[in-house]
């Protein structure tokens, strides 16, 4: 069975742009996480789709968005981007909802760098 | 609310050597606890988790933890370090019992010394 595959690995943006991110879960997960991870603040929750709906969401601006298609593929979106965006954004799948009972399976992340 | 330190972000120990990395934890109510493991340019992997039973967990390349609730501690260790032990590693914790997000520690940088 495939793993959790991200795209684009690397990316560079310059401030005022903005980007998008890409996520397939693993077949038949319908739950999907984001993460940033940095070294100052290590990881830190974005939010959670599950069955298309956002069923979670961290502290993070409104600059902060995402989408799950209806094949559980998930997007997300960083408008107007910062220097401080620049990050590796993870994403995980797991069966159910929630990353406590159901195992979250981590993909490589994209690196996003931010000039 | 949850909260997850670890006690040092980078531990140095010898190949053969025991690893202990300390993870400490507050919760509200009962936990779910977890140690996560990532190598450069990876994501994460878990290594373990304790939902309820047994407070030993073991999991996998040799590592466990054990659940002391008294001390709200969840101590990751490996008796016999090896090469490819070198990597991050994170503890996180999410409320048991409810559909809510993980919250992971800063993480605790291993490196294995020859």
Known sequence: KAGVTQTPRYLIKTRGQQVTLSCSPISGHRSVSWYQQTPGQGLQFLFEYFSETQRNKGNFPGRFSGRQFSNSRSEMNVSTLELGDSALYLCASSLGQGGGFNE???????????? | AQSVTQLGSHVSVSEGA???LRCNYSSSVPPYLFWYVQYPNQGLQLLLKYTTGATLVKGINGFEAEFKKSETSFHLTKPSAHMSDAAEYFCAVSPMGRDDKIIFGKGTRLHILP
């Open chain 2, 18 to 20: 025991l690893v202990l």
């Open chain 1, 104 to 115: 979250q399976f981590f993909g490589p992340g994209t690196r996003l760098t931010v000039l």
